[in-house]
């Protein structure tokens, strides 16, 4: 089946520096991947679609000058957190479908876990 | 507004009963509705699509159904097994992109 991998599962940094969180998806083509925060005990909340060759599409209230998207090839996006904050921290986690429509379901990275100190 | 609801409280069950949990939303017409499995720490993953005009769709002890005038979806575990516990999230389709509820934490003991 479709599988997507995402790296790394854990990083802690210091507030101020970058963190690059890379999705992968290592059996399909992906023109489009999302990537999702997600709060303990939250949902997981949409905060941009990541679209190859082009810009990627942020959530309302998701500053996309923090929150870099590169959509490079039809198998890497990646996520950079610019001047990481304390409150960055959480779980990131991308995700992609293996075919077009909108209807096919998503499969999803195995999340990583940011704690900014 | 929009909303989707899904019981923020765990559901415990024993081993072999029937896991029961429910999804309630408001403001939207979703053309389909999923439901996803969550492992702690880990991403979710796809178990079952059931379209509007879809009652029932079932796989393997899994059943899920939805209610488009009530806006409610149910999932069903039959025979459960400890190794079902688990968060299990629904989803439901905007355009091009999906939107998750908070999920409800099943625990099933032996």
């Known amino acids: 089946g479709a599988v997507v991998s995402q790296h790394p599962s854990r990083v802690i940094c210091k507030s101020g520096t970058s963190v690059k969180i890379e999705c992968r998806s290592l059996d399909f083509q992906a023109t489009t991947m999302f990537w999702y925060r997600q709060f303990p005990k939250q949902s997981l909340m949409l905060m941009a679609t990541s679209n190859e060759g082009s810009k990627a599409t942020y959530e309302q209230g998701v500053e996309k000058d923090k929150f870099l998207i590169n959509h490079a090839s039809l198998t890497l996006s990646t996520l950079t957190v610019t001047s990481a904050h304390p409150e960055d921290s959480s779980f990131y986690i991308c995700?992609?479908?293996?075919?077009?429509?909108?209807?096919?379901?998503?499969?999803f990275g195995n999340g990583t876990r940011l704690t900014v100190t | 507004s929009q909303k989707i609801e899904q019981n923020s409280e765990a559901l415990n069950i024993q081993e072999g009963k029937t896991a029961t949990l429910t999804c309630n939303y408001t403001?939207?017409?979703?053309?389909?509705l999923q439901w996803y499995r969550q492992d702690p720490g880990r991403g979710p993953v796809f178990l079952l699509l059931i379209r509007e005009n879809e009652k029932e769709k079932r796989k393997e002890r899994l059943k899920v159904t939805f209610d488009t005038t009530l806006k409610q979806s149910l999932f069903h575990i039959t025979a459960s097994q400890p190794a079902d516990s688990a968060t299990y999230l629904c989803?439901?389709?905007?355009?091009?992109?999906?939107?998750f509820g908070t999920g409800t934490r099943l625990l099933v003991s032996p």
């Open positions: 995700s992609a479908r293996d075919e077009t429509g909108g209807n096919s379901p998503l499969h």
């Open positions: 403001n939207y017409s979703p053309a389909y």
């Open positions: 989803a439901l389709a905007g355009f091009q992109k999906l939107v």
